[in-house]
């Protein structure tokens, strides 16, 4: 059963499978579910918290380098979705040194399975600052930046990540975005994978700006009802049609808050914690 779903994988992609299952011998077997957009369903709601999010550190990847070791992995019921680099300056380190690591192919193979047809996010991140690339290219890997901005979301100011005075500055990765409620419904509403038959695949992944606007406005919405205005800010080139997008996807299922228990947290509050952490 682990290599048809690794099979799956490879032809349809990690997107695919999670969503939808894989079906073996007339059966369909769902590898994961995702929280249901109201809570009237005990079932649905039961079986949304069996999900298993697992974290693993130190975790030997690589076919062509089996010495080489990722920092984390961020796995979904056993499924690889997402790797992250973690530097400190303490050791004289910052994300500068995540990048260039992740642009070695010496250390990070683009070709090994869980670069190529596994994860869908590879973070680099230091106390300070959080990129993000959906695709390893060697040299020519492109890093997105993956911050708050220095007033914090939603207000103006410049590049990075306002002062928090409770710990690191990019802690709202681990506090929100990696938290659980918030990192199964990305998967489940955002990430998108293309994976064409001529080999290859695309994937998009929201920047932390594109779910913030998301998730206020269908907060906002979800108390206030239908016929608000709202103008939002964008700068050029930092995704408003996908925001659009995603925006209008989420509020083509939006219930009020007496049905809608099973929407995740607003940005911000207090999420739910990972289940385990593992080391490999």
Partial sequence: MTKRIADEIDAHGVVQVLRRGVKERGQRIQLAFFRPTHGLSPELVENYAKNRLLVYRQLHHSESSPHQSLDLMLAVNGIPVATAELKNPFTGQTVEHAKKQYRDPK?????????????????????????????????????????????????????????NPHGHRTAYLWEQVWAR??????????????????????ILFPRYHQWDVVERLTLHAAVHGGGQNYLLQHSAGSGKSNS??????????????????????????????????KSS
Wanted: proline share 10%; aromatic share 8%.
């Fill in 107 to 163: 250390q990070r193979n683009p070709a090994d399975r869980i670069f190529a047809r596994r994860a869908l996010a590879h973070f680099a991140v230091d106390p300070d600052v959080v990129f993000m690339t959906t695709r390893l290219n060697g040299s020519k890997t492109v890093f997105l930046p993956f911050n708050q901005g220095s007033d914090g979301p939603g207000r103006k100011g410049g590049k990075g990540n306002p002062v």
């Fill in 244 to 277: 659009i997008a995603w925006l209008a996807h989420r509020l083509a299922d939006l219930h009020s808050p007496a049905t809608r228990r099973g929407s995740p947290p607003a940005p911000g509050s207090a999420p739910t914690s990972w289940c385990s952490t």
């Fill in 181 to 202: 409620d918030t990192w199964l419904d990305l998967l489940h509403r955002y990430v998108q994978e293309d994976v064409p038959k001529q080999g290859g695949r695309s």
